[in-house]
């Protein structure tokens, strides 16, 4: 597989949020279906299997997500992750096509049908649950099945006019396979989210704004522009910072609060002794931008 070259998008969106200074890593992965560009601390990953979707079975576009993740994760130059699509689709999901032919995952006994599951796309979930920076989802047309669960899995949400979702597992005489029923819940809360998986029915991009699974909509246009306006936004604060807040807000789904509350003592005595926490005392008190290291 050629490997794709990094996206277009930072022509036209320079100067927005942030300076135009250029940051990018020497050590990006090699992906395979997808390109990944890092600029001003932002990263975009975008999946470019347009002939099949994006679908997330049949490519290579899971193994692409999880190298991304783990990446990021060990870059101290990235602060925040967009993901979208390149063409008509955010996602479809599986590929439906793969599943008439019995290939690939849909072959097998159970048990080895379920073990591919487990080391297949469940590293997925189990990835960007563990990523250690804000993952913004630039939904840019349809997530289907396991493409929307991909969108669900991210901390915040965009998603053009176009945008359409839909949990259609069940459409297929399907369960979601990869952790939908435990991230769609947490977003929505349990009886929407039960109607949706119940039925499987695809929603608009407008009625998800109203649901809460996106946090705007916007002209097809103007996508990736405003994405990048939030992420830069987001990234010009303390990396350090940034890093501990994202982990104390995954940590909070699975925590009692006491202990919850010593975790944050520990995180924020850790924050104190930053030189970032003290330039930005600093810059705030003398009125003025602060820059910071990540030290």
């Known amino acids: 597989m050629t490997i794709k070259k990094s996206p277009p998008f930072f022509d036209s969106i320079r100067g927005i949020g942030m300076n135009t200074e250029t940051e990018k890593s020497l050590d990006l992965p090699q992906l395979q279906d997808s390109a990944l560009s890092l600029e001003n601390r932002v990263a975009i990953l975008t999946m470019q299997r347009d002939d099949v979707r994006n679908a997330l079975t049949g490519t290579s576009l899971v ?94 949400r965009i998603a053009s006019t176009r945008a359409q979702v839909s949990e259609a597992f069940i459409n297929l005489g399907l369960t979601p396979g990869d952790g939908g029923a435990w991230f769609m819940q947490r977003l929505i809360g349990y009886q929407k989210a039960a109607e949706l998986t119940f039925t499987g029915r695809t929603v608009s991009a407008d009625e998800a704004l109203t649901l809460g699974i996106f946090l705007e909509v916007v002209e097809p246009d103007a996508l990736i522009p405003r994405v990048f306006d939030l992420a830069f936004q987001i990234a010009d604060k303390p990396p350090q910072s940034l890093r501990l807040t994202k982990r104390l807000m995954k940590i909070a789904q699975r925590s009692e609060l006491p202990d919850f509350l010593d975790l944050c003592a520990g995180f924020q005595s850790m924050a104190h002794y930053t030189e970032d926490h003290l330039e930005a005392v600093n810059a705030f008190l003398e009125k003025r931008s602060a820059t910071f290291k990540g030290k």
């Not at 994760?73 to 439906?96: D, M, Q």
């Open 63 to 156: 193994n692409d997500i999880v190298t991304t993740v783990a990446w990021a994760n060990c870059e101290p130059k990235a602060s925040v992750l967009i993901i979208t699509g390149e063409g008509s689709a955010f996602s479809s999901g599986g590929n439906v096509k793969d599943m008439q032919d019995r290939s690939d995952i849909f072959r097998g006994s159970p048990i080895q049908i379920q073990e591919q599951y487990r080391r297949g796309i469940q590293q997925l979930p189990l990835a960007l649950h563990s990523l250690e920076i804000p993952v913004i989802a630039a939904v840019n047309g349809a997530a289907i099945g396991a493409g929307f669960d991909l969108a669900c899995m991210c901390d915040i």
